[in-house]
């Protein structure tokens, strides 16, 4: 038995801290994954795949944000944050316009926990809401201020961007299921019957 003293609560600090700088690694490579796919969905190369590939960049990305609204609040060693300026989001903004056209506003109910009141919505602003708040997350992550970028990501998540990525998955989610469901009884019919007799 020594007598050198052990301070409480030091190995758990140590982990704690670990723990969040793996989270951040984690939650970097998740948004810079929907950054790349929405991205090169605004360049309109692949108008085929831009529906599915967005629904699975925002799901995937929702996720990380859900781990993040789990876990208990990150506090940066710092309280202060220079201002910043954020990318030009207009290129993509007008990229994403261009894939949505025709289809981008829908309607949703502002808080339905405490009003029924509706507003408007658009898929283009709301994917560019997410990818703006994710992008200034990354610049504090690439200059190696994790917390930072931890805390920004967090507080975005349920202050602004986690909301308008679920709305924007629910109407991503509408388009698709009309695209793959809406069909006269005939064909579907026919379908089925080519399904079950090869």
Known sequence: MTDHPVTEG???????????????DLTAAEASAFLTSVTEVASGSSPDTALPLLTLALSQVLVAGARLGAIEDVVPEERFEPDAADDDADP??????????????YVYVIDPITSSERADGSITND????AVSLSHGLKHYATGRKLEALWW???????????????????????L???????D??????????????
Do not use: K
């Open 10 to 24: 030091q190995p758990s600090q140590a982990n704690e801290i670990d723990d969040l700088s793996g989270l951040a």
């Open 127 to 130: 994917l560019v809401d997410v």
């Open 92 to 105: 993509l903004r007008t990229g994403l316009a261009n894939v949505f056209a025709g289809i981008d506003d």
């Open 177 to 183: 299921a009309h695209l793959r469901l809406d069909a």
């Open 153 to 175: 990501w967090q507080f975005g998540y349920l202050s602004h961007w986690g909301d308008r990525g679920m709305m924007a998955l629910r109407s991503l989610h509408s388009i």
């Open 185 to 198: 009884d005939e064909t579907v019919g026919e379908a089925e019957f080519d399904a079950l007799h090869p």
